[in-house]
């Protein structure tokens, strides 16, 4: 490959002053910021630790193995174990790391510190004293909902108060990130934004969009109600804001790991970032079709007429195209380096990457399974295909091949150098960190195949199959399936537990031999790239007014029809 070397791959030298982008790898994170960054994975993590241990209790319950009786009274019952893996794991690991990994991308990727620290810190406890709020009512057994906590399932008004607080210290920490890009920009005009820290900006501004849809639903209805102040609720009307915010929501995790694939990933296999332009477009169509897909979550919901339901699955075929200029051209970033590295052949070059590097290995083993939850949420998308796997559990084989694996091991992946970075200390024995890759990917097949097949053959989601009397005998072999898939899916999380606290307890290194943030260079020099890539305003014009057609009619509809019917039940001891 000699594109790096052909013309047209560099700028204009006739407009010298746009073209001096600051020394991106040059800033050094102050040691606040290190440990500021650390607090972050640290709750994330522990988030995870705790939250995974739920996992294998339910895997084992479906062959019949019981043992949540072991946690007793910490833990009552199946869905109080399970509400707090979805809680912990879905929304705690994930939202927690996706801060704080952003901030690292910003500052790094701006070359600059925040502008207004204190905002971050202020956003940063609030989503801990959100937490605290949140697990008080869970471990009480006063909230369990699940994590979709769907009315009229009803939970005390401390766990609506504190995922309430998680999101807003969110979008608190969001704002810092703002200013800091506003404030560079002003230091730097006519200069591209450097990916890694637009792409975390992009998201933390599609998320404040979407997290609206949540935030009146809790303000308006479901807190009053578990205060007492108001006696019914509306079901439907709840779950339409609910899907408002639970479908960007997982793009809110996907985005992470896009930034580290595309901005990140190539540098650690020794090549480029094959297109800057298509890497930024990708995170604008995000921005603007992430949000109006929701009722492709409520396709069998009565409240919604079957118009909306088809312009929505009609747009989240829409999100399938930046995944797929995702998988293009980080594909073709990693051909880039492992050619470079002296890989050939058509597909001979997928062993000329660096598989060794847990952190690779990680991420390129995300990735390989997102093909196949890829694949699934197309099937979940179509309309008819819908109505045979909803509510079974296919649906969640599809989110642990996404948001478990695409998101999660490929955060796992970037934990691996992430930490030795900030704590400045060696990773650990790098060969258990790969068979914890590598575990979990065995172990995800397994487990995720198993439920996709059970879903297909009927079984339903969110119910402890152990215990239930009409399990016919063809199921039997694909539960066990969940079971084992469960056990690998144990050890490869508490190895990653094991390799995190001995990473803590390594020796510190001296400066010089710190391990970099790995921030990929792109083949065309990011100068090239249109100026309406790199502008927020036309893109966020967008999704309003597409979030307004989509949504606008049915919402205003169901709101002028709220029908608050719904009591629940009044089993809130506080
Ligand atoms: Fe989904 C349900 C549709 C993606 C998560 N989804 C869920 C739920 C969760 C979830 C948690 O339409 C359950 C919610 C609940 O509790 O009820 N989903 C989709 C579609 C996509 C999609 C169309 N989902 C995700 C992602 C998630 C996630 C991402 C988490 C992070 N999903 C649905 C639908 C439902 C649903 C319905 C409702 C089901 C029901 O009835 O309840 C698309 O965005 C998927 C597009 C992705 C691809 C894959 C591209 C592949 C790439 C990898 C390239 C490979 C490389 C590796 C680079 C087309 C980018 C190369 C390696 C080498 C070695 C060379």
């Known amino acids: 490959m000699t594109l790096i070397d052909e013309p047209g791959m560099e700028p204009d030298p006739a407009e010298p002053t746009k073209t001096t982008a600051p020394a991106k790898e040059g800033y050094e994170l102050t040691s606040w910021e290190r440990k500021f960054i650390g ?113 009229p399932l009803k939970a005390s008004w401390a766990f609506y108060l504190g995922l309430t607080l998680v999101v807003v210290g969110s979008w608190i920490e969001g704002w810092g990130f703002f200013l800091t890009l506003r404030q560079w920009r002003q230091d730097n005009p006519g200069v591209r934004s450097p990916f890694i820290a637009l792409g975390g900006i992009i998201n933390a501004a599609m998320w404040q969009i979407a997290t609206l849809g949540v935030a009146v639903e809790i303000l308006t209805m479901l807190l009053p109600w578990s205060l007492g102040i108001i006696d019914n609720t509306d079901p439907t009307l709840a779950r339409t804001y609910f899907w408002f915010t639970g479908h960007p929501l997982v793009y809110f995790w996907l985005l992470p790991a896009y930034v580290s694939w595309y901005g990140m990933l190539p540098k650690q296999v020794g090549g480029k970032l094959f297109s800057d332009s298509l890497a930024r477009l990708a995170f604008w169509m995000f921005l603007i079709v992430s949000v109006p897909v929701g009722f492709h979550h409520q396709f069998t919901d009565p409240g919604v007429p079957v118009t909306w339901k088809w312009i929505h699955a009609l747009l989240t075929y829409s999100v399938f195209f930046p995944s797929m200029i995702t998988a293009f051209t980080v594909i073709a970033s990693l051909e880039y380096g492992a050619r470079k590295r002296g890989g050939q052949g058509l597909v001979g070059w997928i062993r000329a990457l660096p598989w060794p590097d847990p952190s690779v290995a990680a991420q390129l083993l995300a990735a390989i399974l997102f093909v196949f939850g890829g694949i699934g949420g197309l099937t979940n998308a179509s309309y008819n295909l819908n109505l045979v796997i909803h509510n079974t559990a296919w649906v969640p084989g599809h989110f642990h091949l996404t948001v478990a694996s695409a998101v999660t091991l490929s955060f796992i992946g970037i934990s691996y150098w992430m930490v030795p970075h900030l704590a400045k200390r060696p990773l650990w024995s790098p060969k258990i960190a ?135 039940p009044d089993f809130t001891p506080w």
């Open 39 to 151: 607090w972050h994975l640290a709750v994330a993590i522990a988030a995870l630790m705790i939250g995974s241990l739920m996992g294998p209790l339910q895997a084992f319950q479906f062959s019949g193995v019981d043992l949540y009786g072991l946690l007793d009274p910490v833990i009552e019952s199946y869905y109080q174990g399970l509400t707090l893996h979805g809680v912990l794991n879905a929304l705690v690991w994930t939202t927690f790391f996706i801060v704080g990994f952003t901030m690292l991308t910003t500052v790094k990727g701006l070359g600059r510190p925040l502008t207004h620290p204190q905002i971050n810190k202020l956003g940063f406890w609030v989503m801990v004293v959100g937490l605290v709020t949140t697990a008080i009512p869970i471990l009480t057994n006063s909230a369990t909902v699940l994590y979709t906590f769907y009315p």
């Open 434 to 568: 790969l068979v914890q890759a590598w575990t979990w990917f065995v172990g995800m097949i397994v487990f995720s195949n198993a439920m996709h097949v059970l879903g297909l053959l009927g079984a339903p989601r969110r119910t402890p199959l152990g215990d239930a009397t009409y399990v016919p005998e063809e199921w039997d072999g694909h539960l066990l399936r969940v079971s084992i898939g469960g056990a690998i899916l144990l050890v490869s999380v508490l190895l990653y537990g094991l390799v995190m606290i001995k990473t803590m307890r390594q020796p510190k290194l001296a400066d010089a031999d710190v391990p970099e943030v790995p921030i990929a260079e792109s083949i065309r020099h990011p100068q090239l790239t249109p100026v309406w890539l790199d502008r927020f305003k036309p893109w966020l014009i967008g999704a309003g007014a597409l979030l307004l057609i989509a949504y606008g009619p049915q919402l205003v509809d169901q709101i002028i029809n709220m029908n608050l019917n719904a009591p629940g």
